[in-house]
């Protein structure tokens, strides 16, 4: 932009320097570099001017040159592939043997533990067999009559026959004919289903 100077004001030094820089910079954007040169020539002290090192552009490749760029990697890129899949497949191999003995562990301490619960189990019954062959068989079929169904069965099955009769005599006729049934599928062989 140019100063304006009045008619009556005295045109300054600085004015004029700024003035013509300015149309010099406005000559450039138009002149190229003929532009440059007048506002070089305008500042004093200013270097000359020096021509702008041209860019050089790398020829591109041709399309042999990628493919056989490519088709010499393709060996070695496949192989590293391999290479860490192969990788990969023995950590999995490794997470998985482990887990593995994991399972194993468990899988003992659940036998052992069911081994010790079976025990368990038989001796109760045992026990539990005898207290219900020890009573009378009014009091006998009461208590039976409450338990669970499969239960009182399995009692009844280990009791003498001619106890376990005079227990379903007393018996609540459902609670007996439940009972019945479930021992007579119980002393079945083949699965009726």
């Not at 270097?47 to 393709?74: G, H, M, Y």
């Not at 490794?94 to 081994?115: N, P």
């Not at 599928?185 to 289903?193: E, F, G, L, W």
Request: overall charge positive; hydrophobic content about 45%.
């Amino acid at each position: 932009m140019i100063p304006f100077l009045l008619s009556h004001e005295r045109p300054r030094p600085r004015a004029i320097l700024f003035a013509a820089a300015a149309l010099a910079a406005m000559s450039a954007s138009g002149g190229g570099a003929h532009g440059e040169d007048a506002v070089r020539q305008v500042l004093s002290g200013a270097q000359p001017a020096v021509a702008p090192q041209q860019l050089t552009r790398e020829k591109a490749p041709d399309q042999s040159e990628i493919e056989r760029f490519c088709s010499n990697i393709a060996d070695a890129a496949r192989d590293r592939r391999y290479a860490l899949q192969a990788e990969e497949l023995k950590q999995l191999q490794a997470g998985i043997d482990e887990r593995m003995k994991a399972l194993d562990a468990k899988k003992a301490e659940y036998e052992t533990w069911l081994k010790r619960r079976e025990v368990f189990l038989a001796r109760a019954e045992d026990g539990v067999v005898k207290i219900y062959a020890g009573m009378k068989p009014d009091a006998a079929a009461e208590r039976l009559a409450i338990v669970n169904a499969d239960l009182a069965a399995a009692i009844l099955m280990k009791l003498d026959a001619r106890k376990a009769g005079v227990i379903l005599n007393e018996m609540d006729q459902k609670a007996a004919a439940t009972l019945t049934g479930i021992m007579a599928s119980a002393a079945r062989r083949v699965d009726p289903s």
